[in-house]
C-alpha cells in the first residue's frame, strides 16, 4: 500500500544534527556544513549505509569523516574507471575506423554486404545519418560545405559523431574477421 511522503526539506544544520541523532559522529561542523553544501544529503546517506545496524541508527564511533572517506574512494575510483573506459572507447573507434576503411573503404560501412547482420544494419544507417545531421562539430562542418556525400560521413569520420550505441551495434553486426581484426588492434595497443 502506498503513503503519502512524509518528510520535510531540512537545511544542512538540520541535516547535521538529523546525522548526529542516528549517532554519526561529527567533530568537524564546519567541514561537515561544507561537504554537504556540495553533495546531496540523499547521496551523503548511501554511503553510511554500510556504517549502520540497524536501519538509521549507525555504529557506536561511526564519524562523518569515516563516511566522508568512503565517498571520495567512490569517486576516485569511478573517476579512475571512467578514464580508463574512456581511452578504451576511444582505441575501439579508432580500430573500427581503421579496420572498416582498410577492408571497404570510407564508405563501406553504408553498405549492409559488409556486415554479417544486414537487417538491422537500415535503421543503424538513418540513426547515424541523424546524428551526423545533428552533430555541432567544426569539422562536420566543413564537410558538409565542401563534400557532397553528406550525410554519410568516411568511417574514420563517422566514428566520431556516432554514438557509443551506435559504435557497438556495428562491432556487433561486423563480420567476425573483422571483429578479431578490430579488437587485435586494441588488445595490441594497450
Known amino acids: ?8 526539506w531540512l537545511s544542512v544544520s538540520d541535516q547535521l544534527q538529523k546525522l548526529a541523532n542516528r549517532g554519526l559522529v561529527i567533530v568537524d561542523h564546519v567541514a561537515a556544513t561544507e561537504f554537504l ?8 546517506t548511501g554511503y ?7 536501519r538509521h541508527t549507525y555504529l557506536p564511533g561511526t564519524t562523518f569523516e569515516q563516511v566522508r572517506q568512503v565517498y571520495e574512494f ?5 573517476d579512475l574507471f571512467t578514464e580508463t573506459l574512456e581511452l578504451i572507447e576511444l582505441d575501439l573507434r579508432t580500430a573500427i575506423a581503421h579496420t572498416f ?12 554486404g559488409h556486415f554479417y547482420r544486414r537487417a538491422d544494419h537500415p535503421d543503424w544507417l538513418v540513426k547515424l ?8 562539430e567544426l569539422f562536420i562542418d566543413h564537410y558538409k560545405a565542401t563534400y557532397q556525400e553528406f550525410p554519410d560521413l568516411p568511417i574514420w569520420i563517422a566514428t ?20 578479431k581484426r578490430t579488437l587485435h588492434g586494441i588488445v595490441c595497443s594497450l
Request: net charge positive; aromatic share 12%; proline share 6%.
Open 1 to 8: 500500500m502506498n503513503v503519502s511522503y512524509p518528510k520535510t
Open 74 to 78: 567512490d569517486q576516485a575510483l569511478r
Open 48 to 54: 553510511g549505509l554500510a556504517f549502520e545496524q540497524p
Open 101 to 112: 576503411g582498410e577492408t571497404y573503404g570510407p564508405f563501406g560501412h553504408t553498405l549492409p
Open 37 to 44: 553544501s556540495h553533495i546531496n544529503y540523499y547521496r551523503f
Open 160 to 179: 566520431e559523431v556516432m554514438s557509443f550505441g551506435a559504435l557497438s551495434r556495428m562491432l556487433q553486426a561486423m563480420a567476425k574477421s573483422d571483429q
Open 129 to 136: 545519418r541523424g546524428e551526423a545531421k545533428r552533430s555541432r
